[in-house]
């Protein structure tokens, strides 16, 4: 019998889209290529250097820290030599503005002491007094405002002088702290450069033991299921599936509403080996048994998530996975259409679907071999 369902083109190109990352079981639940135990053994190795590698990050952090504060230390002294030069350049400035001021005040006085183009005289100072008392008082006030004058410019003089040196010394000092202050950040920079390096290598490597520890709780679980099957008496064929006739799967029926296959079995851009097909849907839809049989397995599958397993019988088994929420137990006996789940994302998946496996005595098995998609 046939599914009811159109078939996407471009599956290729949704599988990339969709970037699921769905379970890989390569062998047969009786002959594991690895064990959990061996992708235990692998999880503690690269755990191991995931640690050596945070001791490293943690030294690098603290470095990180240490050079923050030598650049913090070398910035504020720059800042201060900075301002120290700007203060002296203001101070040389005021003092060159009061020495023209005073300039100015005094060229003005000795203009209006000129007469005729001649300089003042005892002559002048006496026939402009009233009295003897006053020309003693007028030219005492006039030599002490020429030397006033004098002094103050000699004065102003004198703080330019010192406010251009000051300016000079702190130039070089600025000079100096600006130096220091670049060989400070190089450093902090190449420190940080390092950091995010090592950060950068930490976080893929902590990456890898989430994906070895994802794989080996897979492989636990087909373990598990492999035991349950042998004990239950099925002998997997030698290399492939053992085929069957496509009429016992009459009266079957679509796992799900879906809008289109979204990753071929065989081959994933992403996992490579994909031992299922799947089936792109929104999340919630309703899952169902696509034939009767007896749930042996209901709960977390690894990277497939929240999974049910159906055992039909004759060695047949149909899982379904990145389920949302499973609505099934183990030893319920379905039938075909009973919900046993609905589609989510959980596991190593980006995107709502149903990753649909197919298995014959243990085997992996297309299953465009038997229904249309």
Not at 91 to 100: F, G, H, Q, S, Y
Not at 158 to 169: D, G, I, L, N, Y
Not at 203 to 225: F, Q, T, Y
Request: proline share 3%; charged share 20%; with cysteine.
């Amino acid at each position: 019998m046939t599914l009811n369902a159109k078939r996407t083109s471009g599956s290729l190109f949704l599988c990339i889209l969709s970037g699921i990352l769905a379970i890989t079981l390569a062998m047969p639940p009786f002959a594991f290529a690895e064990t959990s135990a061996e992708v235990h053994e692998q999880v503690e190795a690269k755990q191991a250097e995931a640690d050596a590698l945070a001791i490293r990050v943690d030294e690098i952090a603290t470095r990180l820290v240490e050079a923050h504060a030598v650049e913090e230390e070398a910035t504020a002294k720059y800042e201060a030599a900075e301002a120290a030069k700007q203060a002296a350049l203001a101070r040389k400035a005021a003092a060159e503005k009061k020495i023209a001021e005073t300039q100015t005040r005094l060229s003005a006085r000795m203009k209006s002491m000129y007469r005729n183009g001649g300089a003042i005289s005892i002559l002048d100072v006496l026939l402009g007094a009233d009295s003897f008392e006053e020309f003693l008082t007028t030219w005492d006030a006039w030599e002490i405002i020429n030397n006033q004058d004098a002094a103050l410019i000699e004065e102003n003089r004198k703080a330019r002088e010192e406010a251009k040196a000051a300016a000079e010394e702190y130039e070089a000092q600025s000079i100096i702290a600006k130096e220091e202050l670049d060989r400070a950040t190089a450093a902090r920079q190449e420190i940080e450069t390092e950091n995010a390096k090592l950060a950068t290598e930490l976080e893929a490597m902590n990456e890898e033991v989430a994906r070895l520890i994802a794989k080996e709780e897979e492989l636990a679980a087909e373990e598990e299921e492999a035991r349950k099957l042998q004990s239950q008496g099925y002998t997997p064929a030698p290399g492939s599936a053992t085929p069957i006739d496509s009429s016992y799967f009459d009266g079957w029926v679509k796992p799900c509403n879906y809008y289109g296959v979204t990753c071929e079995f065989g081959y994933s851009p992403i996992t490579g080996s994909h031992n299922g097909i799947d089936l792109g849907a929104s999340s919630g839809t309703p899952i169902y048994s696509m034939g009767p049989g007896t749930v042996t397995y209901v709960g977390w599958y690894g990277t497939g998530g929240n999974a049910v397993i159906v055992n039909h019988g004759n060695g047949v088994t149909t899982i379904y996975m990145h389920q949302s929420q499973t609505n099934a137990y183990v030893g319920e006996y379905v039938e075909a259409g009973t919900c046993i789940g609905y589609v989510g994302s959980t596991g190593l998946s980006t995107g709502p679907h149903l990753h649909l496996q197919l298995s014959i005595n243990g085997v992996p098995t297309n299953p465009r071999n038997y229904f249309s998609f």
